[in-house]
């Protein structure tokens, strides 16, 4: 299996600007998590979908950040306007067995806002 | 609520030598415990993973770690580290906060292997 893809691996843009990160889980997980990591505050779990339906979006810091799962082998993280304090790695995982099982990390998107 | 503790943000060590990472955490049920592994520009790796079977667990490159209840520890170790160990480490620990069951993890600790 190739794993959990993400995309792009690298992004730049300046303050304002769209940003939209992409993943694709592995083949048969049914659970997919999108977490930010920071040196200040770590890794952080933003959202977690199963099968394609967002369970616990408690972690998206604001209503600039959205996600979604349109079907089982995609989903997207878009940031609108995206803002200096938004600079980050960007990690998708996914699960075949719950969100406190063994979760499979891509290999992140890193983000920088100028 | 569960929590997890890393005690040592930076570890240090020579090649060849023993490998100790420290790792407590708080739960008021017998949680799940792993320990994940994240080299430089790369994403997260599962290293080793407790499910309340054996209290020692072998994961890969030689790593294991034991988990004490009485202690609520689960260190990590290595009887011999290698170069290519040099790496972050975070313990995690599965919790429900906020209403949903999650994983929460440490806060890192970062190793330094030195020929």
């Known amino acids: 299996d190739a794993g959990v893809i993400q995309s792009p691996r690298h992004e730049v843009t300046e303050m304002g600007q769209e940003v939209t990160l992409r993943c694709k889980p592995i083949?048969?997980?049914?659970?997919l998590f999108w977490y930010r990591q920071t040196m200040m505050r770590g890794l952080e779990l933003l959202i977690y979908f199963n099968n394609n339906v967002p369970i616990d979006d408690s972690g998206m810091p604001e209503d600039r950040f959205s996600a979604k799962m349109p079907n089982a082998s995609f989903s997207t993280l878009k940031i609108q306007p995206s803002e200096p304090r938004d600079s980050a790695v960007y990690f998708c995982?996914?699960?075949?067995?719950?969100?406190?099982?063994?979760?499979?990390f891509g290999p992140g998107t890193r983000l920088t806002v100028l | 609520a569960q929590s997890v503790t890393q005690l040592d943000s930076h570890v240090s060590v020579s090649e060849g030598t023993p490998v100790l990472l420290r790792c407590n955490y708080s739960?008021?049920?017998?949680?799940?415990l792993f320990w994940y592994v994240q080299h430089p520009n790369k994403g997260l790796q599962l290293l080793l993973k407790y499910t309340s079977a054996a209290t020692l667990v072998k994961g890969i490159n030689g790593f294991e770690a034991e988990f004490k209840k009485s202690e609520t520890s689960f260190h990590l170790t290595k009887p011999s580290a290698h170069m290519s160990d040099a790496a972050e480490y975070f313990c995690v620990v599965s919790g429900f906060s906020g209403g949903y069951n999650k994983l929460i993890f440490g806060a890192g600790t970062r190793l330094a292997v030195h020929p």
């Open positions: 995982a996914s699960s075949s067995s719950g969100p406190t099982d063994t979760q499979y």
């Open positions: 083949s048969g997980h049914d659970y």
């Open positions: 739960s008021s049920y017998s949680p799940s």
